[in-house]
Structure formats: structure tokens, C-alpha cells
């Protein structure tokens, strides 16, 4: 039977024989068409769409949703043609039939994807994936990333792992006073087969915070090298085996961050209460929805660093944002420092509600959330 189904758009009878042949030992059922037409795509979701580039006169046309693969096929090295097609979202160009071995190959490697996929859909794993996100740097990620998973490992005695995926300058390691010595760069060699051995190999465990905590390479130039889906295998194999895993997120959006946003069950927003914390709130917002990451109940708002002196109001700010606001963090720079420098823990045991300001909103903001996502 075949998994996958495919649409080859083509007048050439001989490469629809050729294709259909070459695609047998691959599960894929191809359909094949001599024009394009919008609605084929409305009938009937495609894993693939293959394009012969001799019958498309311009590819930008070609709307192909983004759950489905493109692949050109052309029989000459025309350059100009194939880099229209790349910018059309096109996966690769293949040289045809020529280059049948490496078509194969590909096809090989993305039914795999598929089959990882949908592995991991139907539930592998039931922990929670939480990322804490803000356009705006200096907001508070990482210290309430740490401490909102503190609170959950401490106070709600539930496994955590928190990975830290900011490429460079993350420091959360800092926050736990820890130094380690291995990152998730390590588990490149064996990401095929990656399983939660591996994790804990490269992750260490937080005596104090009774957590385990993975950081990312601190060498740009390895951190260029790490493939997205490192990442979301190491998610969603962390998944079957911690209750919650924290994601700590730098501002800027590349492939490990976007990655991260992707595989989180909820998500976490940092705002400061001003004018530029707004502004940037308004981009996250329009990049959310466009990427629909954070949708029905799976984003909260923060707000951090409130202070006395603030005019704005929670429900100001709710009516700014139009949206529900699910915590106020208190700012208490030098009631926490102490605690910063030396890495310790903001909780010691169950009954412990924290000893400043922001420890308290803290257990507050975990309390209620698990009350919202595990009932
Ligand atoms: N509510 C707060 N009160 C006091 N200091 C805070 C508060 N939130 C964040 N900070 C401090 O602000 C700095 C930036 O926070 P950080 O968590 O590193 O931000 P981000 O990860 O968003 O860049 C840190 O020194 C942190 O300790
Ligand atoms: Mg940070």
C-alpha cells in the first residue's frame, strides 16, 4: 500500500512513465496531470508535487502549501528558471533523468521525515513544551524560564528539563550555577537514533533545583552547524520522559529558535511594560499568527519588571494588547541579585514561597498554570 501521494504536473508521456517507475519502491501514488491547476491542491493534500519546468512557464504561480514538498525536474541547466523555482519554495531541482539516483535519495530521506512526523504526532510522549519568548532582549526569558521550571520541579514535584537555545550569550547555565562541559552539538553523530540516554549523557542534573538542564554550543560557528531538526527530535524524545520541558529562546528568530517556537505546546510571552516592549509584543503577535504558533490557549502573557511607579494597569495593558494578561512579575533587581551571583536556588522545598517579590509572583504564575494546562 502506499503511504504517500504524489502529483507530477507534465505534458511529457515518457517522463510520467519514467517517474511513476522510478517513485514504485518509494510508497508514493502518483498522479499525474499535463497542466496546473489551483484546484487539484483543494481536492486532495499531496506529500509531493513534482514540476516539469518545461511545462510551467512561471513557477511563482505555483501556490503549493506549505505541508506538501516541490520538486522541479528539468532536463537542461537552465539557471535562471531553477532559481525562480528555489525562490517559489521549491525543496531542490533535479537534472532528469539524469540525476535519478539523487532524487532517490531525496525521496528516500523525506518519506523518513514523514514517517518521523507523524511518529511524533500520534502522541509520542506526553510532556509539556514550554518556551519562553520575547521580541525584546533584556526582557526576562531566561530568568523566569529558570525560575518558572524551578517553581514547577520544586513546588509541583514534576520532572523538568530545560534546554537553553540561544546560540550564544544564553547564560542560563549562570542561573544554575552550573558549568557544562557538553552541549546538544554532542548529539549530532548520533541524531538518526537519538534516545533519552543521549539526553542524559549530555544534560546535567541540577542538584539544588532537582532539574536537568542542556545547553546549547557556545561557539558560533558550531551552533551554524546544529540542523533544526536536532532540535526537534531532542524535543520530542525529552518529551516522553519529563512532564515539562522549558525552553529558554533568544530574541532574534533563526532556524533553532523557530524550531523551538514550532515544537512548544505553550508559549510563554515576555513583555516589559513600555513603549518599545509593546512594539515589539506587535511583530511577535503578527509572526505567531502568521506561523500560527500560540494558538487558542497555548500563549500566556507576562508581564515582567512591574514596579510601583508604573501608570499602566493590568487591564490596561490587556486592552492594549487585546488580550488576557496571566502574570505580573514584580521587578526587584536588588533583592534577587544575591541569588543571581551565586547561582543558587530561588525555592528550597515544597512549602518555600520564595523569599523576594519575584520569587512570590513566580510560584504564583506556575501555580495557576498548572491549574490552565493539566486539568
Ligand atoms: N523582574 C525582575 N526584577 C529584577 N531583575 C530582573 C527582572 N527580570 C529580569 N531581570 C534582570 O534583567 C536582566 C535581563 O534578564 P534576562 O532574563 O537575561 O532577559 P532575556 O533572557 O529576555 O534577555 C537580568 O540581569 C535579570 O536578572
Ligand atoms: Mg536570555
Known sequence: MSNFKGLFISKN?????????????????????????????????????????????????????????????????????????????????????????????????????????????????????????????????????????????????????????????????????????????????????MDIRHIQNIGQYIEEANLTLITGPTDPAKAEQIPDELISRLIRVAKSQYDFVILDLPTSINNLSFTGLNEATHVHYVLTPDSLGLRAYKYAAEMFDRFQIGKNDNLSIIVNRVHSKLELTEKDISKILDREVHGLIHSDFFSIQPTLNMGGAFFKKVKDKGSTKVAKDVKKYSDELIKRTMR
Open 13 to 193: 508521456q515518457v517522463w510520467k512513465e519514467q517517474l511513476s517507475n522510478l517513485l514504485n519502491d518509494d510508497q508514493i501514488e502518483l498522479t499525474t496531470v499535463s497542466d496546473w491547476k489551483r484546484t487539484f491542491l483543494e481536492q486532495q493534500h499531496y506529500h509531493y508535487i513534482f514540476v516539469d519546468l518545461e511545462t510551467i512557464d512561471d513557477p511563482r504561480k505555483l501556490q503549493v502549501p506549505s505541508t506538501s514538498i516541490l520538486i522541479g525536474l528539468t532536463s537542461e541547466h537552465d539557471f535562471e528558471i531553477g532559481r525562480e523555482l528555489l525562490v517559489a519554495g521549491a525543496k531542490d531541482l533535479i537534472l532528469f533523468p539524469e540525476e535519478e539516483h539523487r532524487l532517490n535519495h531525496l525521496i528516500k530521506e523525506l518519506n523518513n521525515q514523514f514517517l518521523f512526523q507523524k511518529e511524533a504526532e500520534s502522541g509520542y510522549g506526553t510532556g509539556q513544551v514550554h518556551a519562553f519568548y520575547s521580541a525584546k532582549g533584556g526582557s526576562g526569558k531566561t530568568l523566569l524560564a529558570s525560575m518558572v521550571a524551578q517553581s514547577l520541579s520544586i513546588h509541583q514535584q514534576l520532572k523538568v528539563l530545560v534546554i537553553d537555545l540561544n546560540a550564544q550569550f544564553g547564560n542560563i547555565e549562570v542561573l544554575f550555577g552550573s558549568q557544562p562541559f557538553r552541549s546538544y552539538y554532542d548529539l549530532i553523530p548520533v541524531m538518526e537514533e
